[in-house]
């Protein structure tokens, strides 16, 4: 029976099974299709499954590292269905799955869902290091509301959750109310703009602002629309797919990226590019992640 064509769990890259058992991966992907407070296109919670199906398509050699960055074993968990019980619960439960999932010892990468998720992973590793901790934030937004649509545990408000543990570090920012500008001002943050990437000295702007231990919060519609039209809230005048490989690659070879998200993939039924994108970039994270911890 187990030689018969079996459509399996879905599986990032689609890898042989002795690559993807926990005890043999040093990589885990853990699929969170959590949707509950998304306020304008929906669909984020279609993105992990979207994310695995593009995967399998990865040209597994990375030219620019000079290395098969598969090798070091991914294991993918199938995705976690949280509650819809409510924000508060959901997170709850995330919570718990995510301190178990951590004690594995792996290199996490959480595939959203929504941006109000990265508050638990974010969280979890600011008390794991006693507050050494900074995100680094790709985002079309600062997610620094108190409140949005009358709850505080809004995809709009996840850095406000966090800012009194850990130091956001936001890059591609280019839509915030003046609430968000009055955080940044009084607390003194870094964002690069969405206009100011590949501006001189823009990369060195955002690793003097980071500490040393990172956790990597990527929110897609950090991209162009051009891109990445496939996304809850689709902001004009975004980043390219070099600027994020750029700054990644420099960020992951002087810093320690403790773990990673990618959220707010919207998939568009019928267009594949964004979604490949997507899952290239998970992948190219996977890559650096191993290149910067030889
Ligand atoms: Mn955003």
Known sequence: MARLPWKLPPKFLGLEEQLTTPEQARVAILPVPYEATTSYMGGTRHGPEAILRA??????????????????????????????????????????????????????????????????????????????????????????????????????????????????????????????????????????????????????????????NVYVSFDVDFFDPAYVPSTGTPEPGGGTWQHAMALLRRVFETKTVLAADVVELAPIPGMVAPDFLVAKLVYKMIGYWQYGSV
């Open 55 to 212: 995967s399998r398509h990865i040209e597994l050699y990375d030219h620019e590292l000079s290395i098969e960055p598969y090798r070091v074993g991914i294991h993918t968990y199938p995705a976690l269905e949280l509650t819809a019980g409510g924000p508060e619960e959901a997170l709850a439960e995330l919570r718990k799955a995510y301190a178990e999932v951590c004690q594995l010892d792996h290199f996490v990468v959480v595939l959203g869902g929504e941006h109000s998720i990265t508050q638990v992973p974010a969280l979890h590793w600011a008390q794991e290091l006693d507050g050494d901790l900074s995100i680094l934030q790709f985002d079309a937004h600062a997610d620094l509301r108190d409140s949005f649509h009358g709850t505080r545990w809004s995809h709009a408000c996840v850095m406000r959750r966090v800012v009194d543990r850990v130091r956001p570090v936001a890059v591609g920012v280019r839509a915030i109310d003046a609430e968000e500008r009055g955080v940044i001002d009084d607390l003194g943050l870094t964002v690069v703009y969405g206009e100011e990437l590949g501006e001189e000295r823009w990369i060195e702007r955002v690793l003097d602002a980071l500490s040393d």
